[in-house]
């Protein structure tokens, strides 16, 4: 079954304590992305990446990081989280970066900061 | 600048009933896709409706449809008989060159189907 996978699906952390959130999809798909949904605000981007090894900040890149080894994954790390960056966050991926390719959404990571 | 704008925050519509869910976008670009997700309560993103900025005809995936009005730069979703599990949130979407492919998020309209 074509999927994308997150892991955790539901986090509560403490204020700067390190975090990954893993990202995987199976479908083989060359772009990949993350965004955050807040309420009052919509989704967001956070990082995307073309492929393998290129990657680039979305519109609220601060306080995150992301890497690209392998096609299938994109996790995201949270270095020192903040309560700010409570939200849900939601990992994508599609086809190529542009046309007619809807993004996969993974089912969401819920994340809490205390 | 806002690049899609959802105006109505909440609609409510009977069940059986059609309801249009008004997405306008901006762009520069020429070549652009829009598109439309729900989100239900639990949370997930579900695709449901996709226009090219070149495709001539109104896209349709079953009971949804997609009124685009390109000169007015309006990307519209209408749902035929609605029905109770339609109830969710609707965001329109848009892909373009100019913002690198990422999705452009409205901020959403909150659809209720009530009995």
């Known amino acids: 079954e074509a999927q994308v996978t997150q892991n955790p699906r539901y986090l509560i952390t403490v204020t700067g304590k390190k975090l990954t959130v893993t990202c995987s999809q199976n479908?083989?798909?060359?772009?990949m992305s993350w965004y955050r949904q807040d309420p009052g605000l919509g989704l967001r981007q956070i990082y995307y990446s073309m492929n393998v090894e290129v990657t680039d900040k979305g519109d609220v890149p601060e306080g995150y990081k992301v890497s690209r080894k392998e096609k299938r994954n994109f996790p995201l790390i949270l270095e020192s989280p903040s309560p700010n960056q409570t939200s849900l966050y939601f990992c994508?991926?599609?086809?190529?970066?542009?046309?007619?390719?809807?993004?996969?959404f993974g089912p969401g990571t819920r994340l809490t900061v205390t | 600048a806002q690049k899609i704008t959802q105006t109505q925050p909440g609609m409510f519509v009977q069940e059986k009933e059609a309801v249009t869910l008004d997405c306008t976008y901006d762009t520069s670009d020429q070549s652009y896709g829009l598109f439309w997700y729900k989100q239900p309560s639990s949370g997930e993103m579900i695709f449901l409706i996709y226009q090219g900025s070149y495709d001539e005809q109104n896209a349709t995936e079953g009971r949804y449809s997609l009124n685009f009005q390109k000169a007015r730069k309006s990307a519209n979703l209408v749902i035929s008989a609605s029905q109770l599990g339609d109830s969710a949130m609707y965001f329109c979407a848009m892909r373009d060159p100019a913002s690198n492919y990422k999705l452009t998020f409205g901020k959403g309209t909150l659809l209720t189907v009530n009995p």
């Open positions: 479908m083989n798909h060359e772009y």
């Open positions: 994508a991926s599609s086809w190529a970066s542009g046309g007619p390719y809807e993004q996969y």
